[in-house]
Structures are given as structure tokens and as C-alpha cells.
């Protein structure tokens, strides 16, 4: 295929974050929930931990909840789509 204009790659997204530290981050967030399990947290500090991943199970479940009702209701419009062809096809 010939082409006149040159199309531009897409453009690549590549961050690498300057001063992280996975461990360290793992071992916090460790060291923070056992403190909450053991009742020694600070009453103040969020449990951002359990926000979080209460926030993406309820995502989870509307992003589900949606797809299944989409999927009910396609099927249930092919159905009657194939019966009132059938209907057409035996009776006209």
C-alpha cells in the first residue's frame, strides 16, 4: 500500500519512578496491618489498605453486574428476533 503521508508511531509511555523501593514499601505496608490486626495502629491513620481494596471489589462487582444485565438482555432480544423469524418462515 502506497502512502503519501507518513502516519507518526504511537509515542511509548515508560515512567520509572526515581526513589521507590519495593521491599520497603511491601514491609510498611506489612508492619502497618499487623498493627491494626493487633489493635496498636494509630486511631487517626486511614486504612487506606482496606479502602482500597473495598473500592476495587465494588468496581468489580458494578463492572460484572453490568455485563451480565447487557448480556440477559442481548440474548433475550435474539431470542424473540429468532422466534418471530421462525414465526414467518413456518406460518407466512
Keep these: 500500500m502506497i502512502t503519501f503521508f507518513k502516519t ?3 509515542k511509548r ?6 526513589y521507590y523501593d519495593a521491599r520497603k514499601e511491601a514491609l510498611k505496608q506489612r508492619e502497618q496491618r499487623i498493627k491494626q490486626e493487633m489493635g496498636e495502629a494509630d486511631e487517626d491513620a486511614p486504612r487506606v489498605s482496606l479502602i482500597k481494596g473495598q473500592m476495587r471489589r465494588q468496581y468489580e ?3 460484572s453486574g453490568r455485563a451480565n444485565r447487557g448480556s440477559a ?3 433475550f432480544v435474539i431470542f424473540i ?5 421462525a414465526y414467518y418462515l413456518l406460518y407466512l
Design 81 to 85: 428476533i429468532l422466534c418471530l423469524l
Design 61 to 63: 462487582q458494578k463492572i
Design 8 to 10: 507518526p508511531k504511537p
Design 73 to 75: 438482555l442481548r440474548l
Design 13 to 18: 509511555f515508560d515512567y520509572a519512578p526515581q
